[in-house]
């Protein structure tokens, strides 16, 4: 139940431009209803409410989280953890995997996510020869950071039918080797082959999976999140039945697979905004491209040594024109996965189009992850008002692999949050978690110094003060879900969530941002998530 709650003595970023910074909220029925004056916040409460002393911690609207993977999270927590570091090589990932076969029956799935080829000592992908001697009674799927590309061992190449004959799919390729065979990587929709294999989680996984992801959330000061995909009943069952049982962990915007559910809803007259403030129907969702780092990400100019490569088309151009048409016709926003220039390009004609075919007032259509742009595409995001969802963190994380494919050039205005804000583009922050982990502060340092994980600087002319990197996580947040007027500033009449950090962030250098901790997340008057 909503509740009542005092906060005092703190360094409050209210995001309100009139009154951006205070001392005290007042919480009354899950709403904010005074900010200001300890004294304020103190006259606008019963006497002897709950009050939290944040001696001068900062606190800030809830934070907001544009693209996501709750459910994602939830199940990446059972899953091998391959990250690089601490893995260095393809050496350590197959220790896992044969420790991982010591306790596990045969025939048991074994999955690992994480690796990143790029540093990796070997330079290159694991493939189903390395993983073969250590599991030959387990099949074997190990996830690359990205998400996009998958390598299988021969055992579930096998259980999902790939052989020397499989023609790749359509917006897929399976490597093949120097006789046609498959080396066990799989792209894109071809490692979907494999998780089709491997089965699909109940309803029941799913709702636990959720709680478990959605507690992830909270502990990095995420009260709101946008799930970037929803496809089958039993997911969107999943989040239904937590939501009436009070037990969503956080406040979720749902992203629906356009070929998947946009017909029944349609039908229905369900659409974007349909919802309340816990559980709401989101975007319509397509996918143009895949991902830099799996090399299929659709780029104008090749990819670093492969003048062939261009990356992929998730479907043809002309189809994603026409389901865009339809989306937008039925009035939903439409979200699509567009990362390489040629892919955010092809997003944007098809946004242009469809104002053109059924001219209709601020569809706040959005660009997932936004990647790879220039001074043109930036220019043509603001003219149509389009809202770009950037990975506020990929660069920290996996600066490497981007180099490493496309140069140090083109990484220009990669997830540019000056040049949106100086443009007047209202950009929303996101972590793609499990792609990367659901940490806040990683983001807000990331925007804010535009340095990676090993300190090298990635064009720092892009770099955002932290005041405007926090709006990316607030503010901008609940406008990429029509939800500004409730959310995203401490305000009176807005819900009452609050994210409390453990000092005041003003206070901190910004190359130690991402070491501050979370003390305190709140959610409409409610403490549900505190440090121990």
Known sequence: MPGDLLLVNGRVQTMDRNRSEVSAVAIRGGKVVAVGSDAEARAALRPGVETIDLRGRTATPGLNDAHAHPMGVGFAQADLGLGTPPNRSIADLVALIRAEVARQRPGDWIIGRGYDQARLAEQRHPTRHDLDAVSPDHPVLLIRVCHHIGVANSHALALAGITASTPDPDGGVIDRDEHGEPTGVLRETAYGLVLAAKGEPSEAQITEELERGGQAFLASGVTSVTEAGIARPEELRAYQALHRAGRLPVRTYLMMMLDETLEPLAQLGVGTGFGDPWLRIGPAKLFADGSIGGRTARMRQPYVGEPDNHGLWMMEPDD?????????????????????????????????????????????????????????????????????????????????????????????????????????????????????????????????????????????????????????????????????????????????????????????????????????????????????
């Open 320 to 532: 994603l024109k026409a389901k865009v048409l339809s989306a937008h016709r039925a009035g939903f926003q439409v979200g699509i996965h567009a990362i390489g220039d040629a892919a955010v390009e092809l997003v944007l004609d098809a946004y242009e189009e469809a104002m053109r075919a059924e001219p209709r007032p601020d569809p706040r259509h959005r660009i997932e992850h936004c990647s790879i742009i220039d001074e043109g595409l930036i220019g043509r995001i603001a003219a149509l008002g389009a809202v770009p969802i950037p990975g506020t963190s990929f660069l920290y994380h996996v600066r490497d692999a981007y180099v490493q494919n496309l140069g140090e050039e083109r990484l220009r205005y990669a997830y540019a949050m000056r040049s949106f804000a100086d443009r007047g583009i209202v950009a929303a922050a996101s972590s793609d978690a499990p792609v990367v982990s659901t940490s806040a502060v990683v983001g807000l340092q990331t925007m804010v110094t535009r340095r990676d994980a090993r300190d090298v600087a990635v064009s720092p002319e892009e770099s955002v003060s932290l005041d405007e990197a926090l709006r990316a996580y607030t503010v901008n947040g609940a406008y990429a879900s029509f939800e500004e007027t409730i959310k995203g500033t401490l305000a009176p009449g807005m819900l009452g969530d609050v994210t409390v950090f453990e000092t005041d962030l003003r206070q901190v250098p910004p190359e130690e941002l991402s070491q501050v901790r979370v003390d305190l997340t709140i959610a409409e008057g409610r403490v549900v998530h505190e440090r121990a």
